[in-house]
């Protein structure tokens, strides 16, 4: 089983869990998000993996409001080119609020 699989199985785990607790938990979805930004830092590969090849609509969403924190931790252009050329195919906003994060590489 490749890393890529093995981090996306994980944060499906996450995400059903973040799914599973109250709007208004904000410490229980601090806490989540924090295991998540753990998951996806093990693994700069694999997180990039991960974002290129796995990362659905809801979770590079998900992704956008910790994209400061991930960014930061995972100091690399390639994230940000993956984030970028995903959202690319999602949506335009996100796609925006990685771009501030670096000049994306546009793989066309």
Do not use: W
Request: aromatic fraction near 8%; proline fraction near 1%; charged fraction near 40%.
């Amino acid at each position: 089983m490749s890393k890529n699989y093995e981090l996306a199985l994980k944060m499906d785990e996450l995400q059903l869990e973040r799914l599973s607790i109250g709007l208004d938990d904000d410490y229980g979805r601090k806490e989540i998000e924090k295991k998540e930004l753990e998951l996806l830092s093990e693994d700069k590969e694999a997180t990039i993996a991960y974002i290129r090849e796995n990362c659905g609509e809801e979770e590079l969403y998900h992704l956008s409001e910790m994209i400061e924190d991930l960014c930061e931790t995972i100091n690399d252009q390639r994230l940000i080119d993956a984030l970028y050329n995903r959202a690319e195919v999602l949506y335009k906003d996100f796609r925006d609020t990685i771009a501030k994060y670096g000049e994306p590489h546009i793989n066309k």
